[in-house]
């Protein structure tokens, strides 16, 4: 599922953690390392502040959305996506541990047929093929001074919306 050192996303106790990797213990025993929330102390907090334990299943009552944050060629799961040189976007069907993996035949028809033929990482790299990532929003920083630009008003207090 996870390894350690694994880029993560998740949710602990309804804070949205963003910036986060996964540490493994010697025992086995697996954490969320991340600048957020305390609890628990992973063995190396992979120059994190806190850590949060996890179940061996990589579980916990109050984590959710626990899920990778950048696809590899390592990790893809049924559901991925990847594009060939020509932009034609195929789904990953079937993934196997050993990175082997059956792939839609095609991304123009609504439904979607198995092809016929099964891809190493690496054979379908070497056909051209790249990993669709999750677009993430940019966080833009502004000054009162451009936004009350931005906006053509006078700004002296920034007030957020909810």
Request: aromatic share 8%; with cysteine.
């Amino acid at each position: 599922m996870f390894k350690h050192n694994d880029k993560v996303t998740c949710t602990i106790d309804g804070t949205k953690i963003t910036d986060a990797r996964i540490s493994i213990n010697e025992d086995g025993y697996p954490y969320i390392c991340q600048n957020e929330r305390k609890g628990g102390q992973a063995d190396n907090l992979l120059d994190y502040k806190y850590s949060w334990a996890l179940n061996r299943d990589f579980t916990d009552s109050v984590v959710t959305d626990l899920k990778l944050a950048e696809k590899t060629w390592d990790n893809l799961q049924y559901g991925d996506q990847i594009t060939d040189s020509d932009g034609d976007i195929r789904t990953i069907l079937v993934a196997h541990p050993n990175s082997v993996y059956t792939v839609s035949n095609t991304s123009v028809t609504s439904v979607q047929s198995i092809s016929a033929f099964t891809y190493t990482a690496q054979s379908l790299q070497d056909l051209g093929f790249t990993i669709v990532q999750e677009e993430v929003e940019e966080i833009t920083e502004m000054t009162l001074e451009e936004v009350a630009k931005l906006k053509g008003v006078h700004v002296s207090k920034l007030r957020i919306k909810e």
